[in-house]
């Protein structure tokens, strides 16, 4: 039990910055209306994978999915099960330290990486 605490310290630990960045992004943006460019946009006019990450959870926290879904529908379609596997994820290294990644979760990875990189090259045709 002493190492299921200690394991779900270091994840808070880990976690907590992270949230605390992203809530700071979120009340700058709020405040000022400026977003975070994106670089490969900049360099070359195209929209990259990425491209309206932030504008998409912004309208997500007004509630307003379409607008979320207009700004990067890959991720609006990809945020609830990413979100579940963090969880899982999460649980599975409390309760036993295990961090690697078996065969099937591999897949997963490179698939989404896949399907990302065929959505940033479908979006700007």
């Avoid at 990450?53 to 607008?67: A, F, K, V, Y």
């Avoid at 979320?68 to 945020?79: K, Q, T, W, Y």
């Avoid at 969880?87 to 990875?109: A, H």
């Amino acid at each position: 039990m002493n190492d299921e605490k200690t394991r779900a310290g270091s994840l808070i630990r880990k976690y907590l910055p992270v949230l605390a960045a992203g809530m700071f992004y979120a009340l700058w943006i709020r405040l000022t209306g400026v977003y975070i460019p994106c670089p490969f946009r900049s360099l070359t006019g195209y929209l990259c994978p990425g491209c309206g990450i932030s504008h998409c959870l912004m309208s997500l926290l007004r509630g307003d999915i379409r607008t979320a879904f207009e700004a990067n529908g890959f991720v609006l379609v990809l945020l609830p099960p990413a979100s579940a596997y963090a969880v899982y994820r999460s649980c599975r290294f409390i309760k036993t330290g295990k961090t690697s990644f078996s065969k099937i979760e591999n897949v997963m990875v490179w698939t989404v990486l896949a399907a990302s990189i065929l959505f940033g090259v479908i979006r700007n045709l």
